[in-house]
């Protein structure tokens, strides 16, 4: 039996821990992370998909749920004005799909 309950705690707080929940901050001090949008997904560290409901942000896949409120969300990102400024490139593609990492050395970021 505890075997079992040490099992599942594990399974919850993992799938918790990579969702990608985020928030847009206004003040890059209260971010985790600074993030830049590029133009062209080629040049991007991570591709993005927003995708509509919470429970779809699941895993570090580059789906984003942009929430409301601050203690709903697993990291906090500002948008900053120019590529050198920031610690992540992101495209947004409108295709679930086309979401992913480009660039796997970055991924530890949104964990």
């Known amino acids: 039996m505890k075997r079992l309950f040490l099992l599942f705690s594990f399974v919850v707080v993992t799938q918790f821990a990579n969702a990608q929940k985020v928030i847009s901050v206004n003040y890059q001090n209260q971010a985790d992370i600074k993030v830049f949008v590029v ?42 004005d120019y590529q050198n400024q920031a610690d992540l490139k992101i495209f947004f593609v409108s295709y679930l799909n086309q979401a992913g990492w480009v660039n796997h050395s970055k991924k530890q970021l949104l964990y």
């Open 39 to 80: 133009d062209y997904a080629n040049q991007a560290d991570l591709k993005v998909f927003k995708v509509d409901y919470r429970n779809q942000a699941k895993g570090n896949k580059g789906l984003w749920f942009f929430t409301e409120y601050l203690n709903q969300a697993n990291k906090t990102v500002f948008f900053v």
